[in-house]
């Protein structure tokens, strides 16, 4: 049920402390261990199942979301995570601030559904200004979050309490931590973003915004925030602006979320997105906005536009759904292909695939069907139940495939394991060829941003040429989308200006924007300068 609790600081200090601006107490999860066992998903057979088409994809570490100057925001919170909630299913958190009754937090494991929902719940979450996180975890507990690993954490400061909640991936965290750690910081999680609250805590700034600044100057790879302190509601993109955050006005009250589709569901007005390098302080007085970083060129990640954000957000003043479509007609142009039906691998190759027949002229055909009530999970059943993989999410609609020469659109191919598996429940229902055209390049290196990828050598495409894969997957012809044919998709007219791309591409190009220092001690190795 509801609980009351700091999450960084209950636990170093024990569960009956008062705090000087808030009554942050008691019963934070993580400490209860015997009357409050943490929710993790149950275990259950198709819980793996439901795993196996999405566990052979990229995923987007986070989505954030914040209101400030409306009753009960959070409610608008729980809204906005739920649908962002393709951005992180493991667990969620909503933090909220009342006048009178100071910080609240609930942190669970789970769907924002199955969390946030009841009255109960919610009732303990009172006041006008809340933030939220919901998380698949990259850095920290992966894939067995832990209570104290989620998010948003909060930090008692001199002038007050503040709480954050971070989408990205901050790529020199190991050393930041191992220096903060020498001079006395005490951690309470595994996750990279509890750094920006032990550097805010070292800061000698006057208020929390000149703090977090200070904290976000040291911080080096992709960070998109989300942080409150009593009265004020913040948001920052790291100067290069790798991860999405935008702004939104609700009524006399302001929102910041990870991706537009989230304020539609409030019925909040999309008004901008937050620039690259830019914090906004929102008040009662309004949105203040500065650029407290050296300005870099723009790098956001162009797999935003091709996966990861809905297709029902806009993002660069573009509908996502109309560049996925812009991919497909690419794609049919750069590699087009005789055959009799385009099918899109569903869900997120639906829109490249409606884009790839418009341009051919071929027919589109839902020839695969996505069960839409398989959940994604973390548990590992039986050998006999996982044999099934696929094939309990995605089934092939034979009476459309038999006999003819299908074209697949799927967005990525990452391992290449669920495109092998479904190559095969296409030829088994009868399909005399099979195309794959991919909606983006072939994916040769991992992300460090804030996206979940296998070690490089897991990569198919970093170990095979094109056609050593598409011999490897058994099919008729295999083509991804050229990277200067993704820029032009994505709107730059002119396609990859190779002297300074226009976005983040390295997990395509292996081309880092922002040099990944932790992963490099551990032994990553970057494309050499002339390959
Ligand atoms: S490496 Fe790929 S997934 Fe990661 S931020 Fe860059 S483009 Fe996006």
Known sequence: MAEKCDPLVTAAKGPTKTYPDTQ????????????????????????????????????????????????????????????????GQEA??????????????????????????????????????????????????????????????????????AAIAHNGNITNANTLRRELIERGSIFQSSSDSECIIHLMARSMGRGIPDRMEEALRK?????????MT???????????????????????????????????????????EIKPGEMVVIN?????????????????????????????????????????EAIGRELAKESPVDADLVCPVPDSGTPAAIGFSLESGIPYAMGIIRNQYMGRTFIEPT????????????????????????????????????????????LDAGAAEVHFRIASPPTAWPCFYG?????????LAATMSEEEMRDHLSVDSLKFISLDGLYRAVGEAGGRNAKCPQYCDACFSGEYPVVPADMMDQGFEMKPAAE
């Open 24 to 87: 942050w107490i008691r019963s934070c999860p993580a400490l209860l261990p015997a009357k409050h066992p943490p929710q993790m998903p149950p275990a259950h057979p198709f819980d793996y199942v439901g795993s196996d088409a999405d566990g052979d994809k990229l995923h987007e570490e986070c989505g954030i979301f914040g209101v400030v100057g409306v009753s009960d925001a959070a409610n608008f919170v729980a809204l906005g995570l739920h649908a962002l909630q393709h951005r």
């Open 92 to 161: 969620g958190g909503i933090v909220s601030h009342h006048p009178e009754q100071g910080f609240n937090s609930v942190r669970r494991f789970g769907y924002v559904r199955d969390n946030f929902t009841s009255p109960k719940v919610m009732e303990t979450l009172p006041g006008p200004l809340a933030i939220g996180h919901v998380r698949y975890s990259t850095s920290g507990s992966k894939g067995q979050t832990a209570m104290r690993d989620v998010q948003p954490f909060f930090g008692e400061f001199s002038m007050g309490g």
């Open 219 to 227: 911080v080096e790879g992709a960070f998109s925030v989300v942080a």
């Open 230 to 272: 009593r009265t004020k509601l913040i948001g920052v993109r790291d100067p290069l602006g790798v991860r999405p955050l935008v702004l939104g006005k609700i009524g006399d009250g302001w929102a910041l979320s990870s991706e537009t589709c989230a304020l539609d569901i409030i019925g909040a007005e999309f008004v901008r």
């Open 284 to 324: 009662d007085k309004g949105v203040q906005s500065h650029f407290p970083f050296r300005p870099q060129p723009s790098k956001f990640c162009i797999f935003e536009h091709v996966y990861f954000s809905r297709p029902d957000s806009i993002l660069g003043g573009r509908s996502v759904y109309e560049t996925r």
């Open 383 to 426: 050998e006999q139940i996982r044999n099934m993989g696929v094939r309990l999410k995605l089934n092939v609609n034979r009476a459309l495939i038999r006999g003819k020469r299908v074209i697949l659109v799927d967005d990525s191919v990452v391992r290449g394991t669920t495109s092998r598996k479904i190559k095969e429940m296409v």
């Open 451 to 459: 996206v979940d990828t296998p070690q490089r050598e897991k990569l």
